[in-house]
């Protein structure tokens, strides 16, 4: 993943925090029981569990990988996912939640002209 500062398509300034942190923060993470370990969530070549999995680790694989692909559209420029992004890093979907961050992107979808009237959050 390529961060770029370049004009308004660029990462906010704030550090980033990481979507895999096992911290004892998880309540402050949606998604998935945070109560139990981590299971790790395997597939194969053609997208099936490679063992049995609880229902709960693969939603919370699934979250975060939403997460990480919004984060790299927004990255890219698109206005749509930086709004979701924005959200995401409010409401910590598929990541640490990061406030500052997610009021960052959403400002930055707003000043693009993307409106979110009833969709995630009014903007």
Same mark, same amino acid.
């Given at each position: ?54 229902? =709960?680790?693969?939603? $919370?694989?699934? &979250?975060? @990988?939403?997460?990480?692909? %919004? +984060? *790299?559209?927004?990255? !890219? /420029? ?13 409401? =910590?979907?598929?990541? $640490?939640?990061? &406030?500052? @961050?997610?009021?960052?992107? %959403? +400002? *930055?979808?707003?000043? !693009? /002209? ?10």
């Amino acid at each position: 993943m390529k961060n770029t500062s370049a004009g308004d398509g660029g990462a906010p300034s704030s550090s980033r925090k990481s979507h895999n942190s096992n911290s004892n923060n998880s309540s402050k993470r949606k998604g998935g029981d945070k109560a139990t370990k981590e299971v790790p969530v395997v597939y194969s070549h053609d997208g099936r569990l490679m063992a049995p999995t609880p229902l =709960g680790a693969v939603v $919370d694989d699934a &979250v975060k @990988r939403w997460y990480m692909e %919004a +984060e *790299r559209d927004a990255m !890219r /420029g698109d206005v749509k996912a930086m709004a979701l992004l924005g959200q995401m890093l409010m409401e =910590g979907y598929g990541c $640490d939640v990061d &406030v500052e @961050r997610g009021r960052q992107f %959403a +400002e *930055r979808a707003r000043r !693009r /002209g993307y409106r979110m009237e009833r969709v995630y959050c009014e903007i």
